[in-house]
């Protein structure tokens, strides 16, 4: 999935309100990685909604997984929700977070 932010979009295209993928469904922006069966994104609020039966979300070498994960682009956040039958599994590297506290604010 290709996503145009309000700051990159393009004069002249059509204003989309909702982008629906299905079926092995890859999202990537910087070192940030998804995979799911179903994605939702709406245009309006930067919010990209990743479902299945293991939705993943992958940073660096941390990644949780879940049935549904959303993604909130515009604040750096998503939170990750289970079936209620099975957990959400998680991994947290620290390395990580340290990588991201050295990179200079924009």
């Known amino acids: 999935i290709f996503i145009h932010t309000a700051e990159t ?61 959303t993604l909130f682009r515009n604040e750096d956040r998503a939170i990750v929700e289970s079936d209620g039958k099975t957990r959400v599994q998680a991994i947290f590297n620290p390395e990580d977070q340290k990588l991201k506290d050295q990179k200079p604010e924009e």
């Open 9 to 69: 979009k393009k004069q002249g295209q059509t204003d989309l309100k909702q982008i629906i993928a299905m079926g092995n469904v890859e999202y990537t922006a910087g070192e940030r990685k998804a995979f799911a069966d179903k994605a939702v994104y709406t245009t309006q609020d930067e919010i990209l909604v990743l479902t299945g039966e293991s939705a993943r979300l992958i940073t660096g070498k941390s990644h949780v997984t879940g049935k549904k994960i």
